[in-house]
């Protein structure tokens, strides 16, 4: 992750790659209008977009001879001929709202370009509802096929205009039984490797055009409920206040002063509601979310802990009840090291050295990891944006990428028992 300024505006040779930036590019024609608009792009899942997204997937699947499948989930397969299992290229289609044109969009187009190149069969997937926009219920998908989506949760979720996921589900042509069973997936399946959007810069600081990635952090999601009383706002003493947004603030500076002095740790207060957030009356009730990842768990624990203590104090100080609780943690995830050997060697050949990266996003890969060997590569994205339009990616860049797991699928392949 070391910036070298030498090698800043390389770029990575086509001539003699068997995957070109035409290549994705032309895959990509056909996916990027769906959804799209001035703010962004809007593929949400179980919409009507996500099913025009389908409709590409089975085209693309077509052209390049795989039989496309939709599983019970929604994960949309295209399978080589037989019955496997298979090294499998995968992503996702769907999107955020107001989302970027090629967070997992690129993963798949560069999916059938690397099937088309090989010379051994190579399926590619798509996962069902990375993002989690929608209902809240990110890497559904992949959830489902490791037998880790809590079924019965995730099918009364609503969405903001109140329609329960099951309605949208069953609208999108599935059954909350097909749902319900277990699934035979993951025998296919040989292992996985995922490319896609950085989300960061520092494949961009490197110099290089991809990075491999060695693990995805550890993620520890708490949430606060604050509880004061309301009262006005001019002729309440401030000795006399039970101020819950007062107390709330204290424990988000806090939340972020205890972070270790560490540029790989990251806190983030993402989320606050204010009752009845009126500009005359003391907040009566807050409840707010604190979203902190390392790659080391250890700092989320002692993270945890510190805040913990520190969060009586401040119910104190203000007069407050204060409840801290954890509200999803993830334990993080290290990626097979065969497969990230697999990517470096690829990447050495090729011409530019992929630095090891620790990826700060949820991703499928690292949903599989830890049932089949499984690995990620980063493309370079000069803005480090995701989520937003405003994430940028040169499709030389991504054709190198392709290549570098073309190659290394193949090892993969030729050193398979
Ligand atoms: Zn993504």
Redesign the pocket.
């Given at each position: 992750m070391h910036a070298n300024p030498s090698s800043r505006d390389e770029r990575p040779r086509a001539e003699d790659a068997p995957i070109t930036a035409g290549d994705l590019a032309g895959r990509l024609e056909g996916l990027i209008p769906i959804g799209l608009s001035e703010r962004g792009t809007n593929r949400l899942a179980w919409t009507p977009e996500d099913r025009r997204a389908q409709m590409w997937f089975m085209e693309q699947a077509a052209g390049v001879g795989l039989r496309a499948e939709r599983d019970p989930a929604g994960n949309l397969w295209a399978l080589p001929p037989g019955d496997g299992p298979w090294w499998v290229v995968a992503?996702?289609l769907d999107t955020v709202r107001d989302g970027g044109r090629l967070?997992?969009a690129l993963?798949v187009a560069a999916g059938f370009a690397i099937a088309r190149a090989s010379s051994s069969p190579i399926a590619v997937v798509s996962f069902a509802d990375?993002?989690g926009a929608r209902f809240n219920t990110p890497t559904f998908g992949s959830r489902w096929l490791t037998g880790r989506l809590d079924v019965a949760d995730v099918l009364q979720r609503t969405d903001e205009h109140g329609v329960e996921l099951r309605q949208a589900f069953e609208a999108a042509g599935l059954t909350a039984e097909g749902l319900g069973q277990a699934s035979a997936g993951l025998d296919r399946v040989l292992g996985v490797i995922e490319l896609?959007?950085d989300?960061s810069l520092d494949v961009d600081a490197s110099g290089q055009p991809a990075g491999i990635v060695t693990a995805l952090a550890s993620r520890l999601r708490m949430s606060a409920d604050i509880i004061g009383r309301a009262d006005h706002s001019g002729t309440t003493r401030r000795g006399e206040r039970a101020d819950a947004l007062a107390a709330g603030a204290r424990l988000i500076v806090a939340a972020l002063d205890l972070a270790p002095d560490d540029p790989d740790f990251m806190v983030t207060a993402s989320r606050i509601i204010v009752e009845p957030n009126a500009a005359t009356t003391i907040p009566a009730r807050v409840r707010l979310w604190l979203d902190a990842r390392s790659p080391e768990r250890e700092q989320l624990v002692d993270w945890q802990q510190a805040l913990e203590a520190l969060a009586q104090d401040v119910a104190r100080r203000g007069g407050v009840e204060l409840r801290l609780d954890v509200a999803s943690q993830g334990p993080g995830v290290a990626f097979d090291l065969g497969v990230n050997a697999a990517l470096r060697e690829a990447s050495e050949r090729l011409g530019h050295p992929a630095p090891a990266v620790v990826c700060f996003?949820g991703?499928d890969a690292g949903i599989v990891a830890p049932h089949r060997p499984a690995g990620m590569v980063l493309v370079r994205n000069a803005t480090g944006v995701?989520h937003s339009p405003a994430e940028h990616v040169e499709l030389e860049d991504a054709a190198y990428a392709a290549n570098v797991v073309l190659t290394a699928v193949e090892r993969l392949i030729s050193v398979a028992p």
């Amino acid at each position: 992750m070391h910036a070298n300024p030498s090698s800043r505006d390389e770029r990575p040779r086509a001539e003699d790659a068997p995957i070109t930036a035409g290549d994705l590019a032309g895959r990509l024609e056909g996916l990027i209008p769906i959804g799209l608009s001035e703010r962004g792009t809007n593929r949400l899942a179980w919409t009507p977009e996500d099913r025009r997204a389908q409709m590409w997937f089975m085209e693309q699947a077509a052209g390049v001879g795989l039989r496309a499948e939709r599983d019970p989930a929604g994960n949309l397969w295209a399978l080589p001929p037989g019955d496997g299992p298979w090294w499998v290229v995968a992503s996702h289609l769907d999107t955020v709202r107001d989302g970027g044109r090629l967070d997992g969009a690129l993963g798949v187009a560069a999916g059938f370009a690397i099937a088309r190149a090989s010379s051994s069969p190579i399926a590619v997937v798509s996962f069902a509802d990375e993002e989690g926009a929608r209902f809240n219920t990110p890497t559904f998908g992949s959830r489902w096929l490791t037998g880790r989506l809590d079924v019965a949760d995730v099918l009364q979720r609503t969405d903001e205009h109140g329609v329960e996921l099951r309605q949208a589900f069953e609208a999108a042509g599935l059954t909350a039984e097909g749902l319900g069973q277990a699934s035979a997936g993951l025998d296919r399946v040989l292992g996985v490797i995922e490319l896609h959007i950085d989300q960061s810069l520092d494949v961009d600081a490197s110099g290089q055009p991809a990075g491999i990635v060695t693990a995805l952090a550890s993620r520890l999601r708490m949430s606060a409920d604050i509880i004061g009383r309301a009262d006005h706002s001019g002729t309440t003493r401030r000795g006399e206040r039970a101020d819950a947004l007062a107390a709330g603030a204290r424990l988000i500076v806090a939340a972020l002063d205890l972070a270790p002095d560490d540029p790989d740790f990251m806190v983030t207060a993402s989320r606050i509601i204010v009752e009845p957030n009126a500009a005359t009356t003391i907040p009566a009730r807050v409840r707010l979310w604190l979203d902190a990842r390392s790659p080391e768990r250890e700092q989320l624990v002692d993270w945890q802990q510190a805040l913990e203590a520190l969060a009586q104090d401040v119910a104190r100080r203000g007069g407050v009840e204060l409840r801290l609780d954890v509200a999803s943690q993830g334990p993080g995830v290290a990626f097979d090291l065969g497969v990230n050997a697999a990517l470096r060697e690829a990447s050495e050949r090729l011409g530019h050295p992929a630095p090891a990266v620790v990826c700060f996003a949820g991703h499928d890969a690292g949903i599989v990891a830890p049932h089949r060997p499984a690995g990620m590569v980063l493309v370079r994205n000069a803005t480090g944006v995701s989520h937003s339009p405003a994430e940028h990616v040169e499709l030389e860049d991504a054709a190198y990428a392709a290549n570098v797991v073309l190659t290394a699928v193949e090892r993969l392949i030729s050193v398979a028992p």
